[in-house]
């Protein structure tokens, strides 16, 4: 049955994957995704699910056995956090050209040095172009309602793609909210088998993986994967309406809050939005026509729907949860990017926060909004790229 | 910190801790502090000039050793303490490098480092605090958690057989090679005071408790777990590193089992590689 409970981020992914349950759980401990593994192998030792569970000894160990297990014909998941997935990098890419459906719970974290154990985007940023799609979620019900679709939308047949269910460490995982827990045998039933493409279990047909491929091929391999990734746009929606009709919760490529008739949009990602919508119902009250844009789907990117969904907004604020040294942040890359070809162009600037999980409060996000007002009263963006609560800036 | 008064007592290892990072985060019954404070009265011990030290830690509660040292340190990550002693040493080998970290750290995630450093007979001194689990993030199963005892990843027992950890290193190259408990912190720091002085790669595998993420599961009391490594253990030098499995019903074998001279990296790439 379904019912609504308290529980981490962290413990909605274990239970989320309680319920997909997969056949091989490859798993190595980091900060703060570790619970989902340790919850997980309580469920394997208590035979709530049917899942090999292998303690391996690093992530690149971890990520190499789901994709052995996800060829050999097993539907898989894992999850990991910043250092755990750049040790993964290399195999991030194998997953990913060899098509293999993996789903993992990537809880986010800064990555080091110096050693930080909290949340930003450095791990999943950095990742963007290693082939998975990422999805993004800014509290506990999402995250789950996230791991439910990713199995379905990684396994459709023009996208096999593997996909990062995304989360903010600490913040989402390890803080208590109540969510809407569905019904085991109704995800179930919504997640349905799996079947694998060419299982290299099948003696009969054998194939060969990863096997070495020069000027002749590889370029279309990365093709294909670039026109899987594409199809993955529309895999999410359809995935995402599916959800709505069955479980009543509707998701699309990216959330728009209140940017109807908004002037002045923050653009952001996960956790921080709950605070930035705060903020903006406060404002709404007084008459202040503010609006948030949520991403959702970072790879594929929707670029056309989001030019669309700004089309009346003057001015956006692109906040960043992660750094490129020496560019833009990754966000405001694609933002502009997609603004670029729209007739009515707003002003559009970039802004660097949280890094190693400092806060971002809501007075903070009050003084965003602030700035943005005067940037579009004088019409001139002053800053182009700036950080946020930074010492010495 | 201020230099202390006169009539104040100071700690004998001042020197050579960082006090504004106190207090430690160790927990109360932990043995990675008595192992830290060993490694440090070693260094004293040694009466080489504290310039001449480095030490290197991976990612664990073992791996904090290199952000507590007063010495040159660095926090690497998890798993790549080696590679990092590796490089400090060959960029400098007048420099004394000890790598400081946990059984999880040195065996699972950077096992294949361990190997090949021995392989080489770097010389360096490698001290592993064995407590049977990755202590840090909560007491998941490693490479040293013994057959069938639990962890948070193997809630009714490890299926697996742990490593050897001084065959292991005797197998691969290691010239000095020992293994201690923390409570037998006379002959740890005896053995740490060789490892250093000794030229080539040194081992020490100091057993040690985590009575939070291991004793508790295990149901081993703090106590219970230094009476096990007092009456449960064998001193026996030059014991065979075959026969060093750690079983405390059978008595664990400790002492120093290993101690040969060996050329190291340096001196052989000086022979084979300098152009003359
Ligand atoms: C690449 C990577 N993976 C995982 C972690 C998480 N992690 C930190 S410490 C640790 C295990 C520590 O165990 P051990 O080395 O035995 O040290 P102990 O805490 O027991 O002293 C793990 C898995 C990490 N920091 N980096
Ligand atoms: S968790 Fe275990 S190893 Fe870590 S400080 Fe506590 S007792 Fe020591
Ligand atoms: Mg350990």
Known sequence: MSKVLAITGAGAMSEGMRQINPDVVPAFPITPSTQVIEDFSQFVADGKVDTEMITVESEHSAMSACIGAAAAGGRVMTATSSAGMALMWEMLYIASSMRQPVVMTLINRALSAPINIHADHSDSMGARDAGWIQLYAENNQEAYDNLIMAPKIAEKMDV??????????FIISHCVQTMQLEDDDKVKKFIGGFESTYPVLDTENPSTWGALDLQDYYIEHKRAQHIAMKNAKDAIKKVSEEFADIFGRKYELFESYRIDDAERVIIAINSVCGEIKEVIDERREAGDKVGLLKIR???PFPYEEIAAA???VK??????RSESMGAYGPLFTEIRTALFDAPEKPMVYNRIFGLGGRELFMSDIHDIFEENKTYLETGKVEKMFDYLKVRGG | MAKAKANQKVHPLEELIRTERLPHIWC???GVGTVFSACLAAIQETGIDHKKFSMVSGIGCSGRGAGYVKLDSFHTTHGRSIPFATGIKMANPSLNVIVFSGDGDLFAIGGNHFIHAARRNMDITVICINNFIYGMTGGQVAATTPHMDRSATTPYGNPEMPFNLPLMAYASGATYVAR?????SRDLTDSFVEAINHRG???IEVLSPCPINYGRRNKIKSLDMLKLFADNTIIKNNAD????????KKGVVLGKFVDIDKPTPDENYEKVCMMR
Request: proline share 5%; with cysteine.
């Open chain 2, 241 to 248: 590193p075959a026969e060093l499995d750690i079983d405390f």
């Open chain 2, 180 to 184: 201690w408990t923390m409570i037998h």
């Open chain 1, 315 to 320: 001015i956006v604020t692109v906040l960043d």
């Open chain 1, 160 to 169: 096999r793609l593997p996909v990062m269910v995304c989360m903010d460490g």
């Open chain 1, 297 to 299: 789907s970072f790879r």
């Open chain 1, 310 to 312: 700004l089309e009346r």
């Open chain 2, 28 to 30: 109360s019954g932990c």
């Open chain 2, 201 to 203: 790669f040194s081992f």
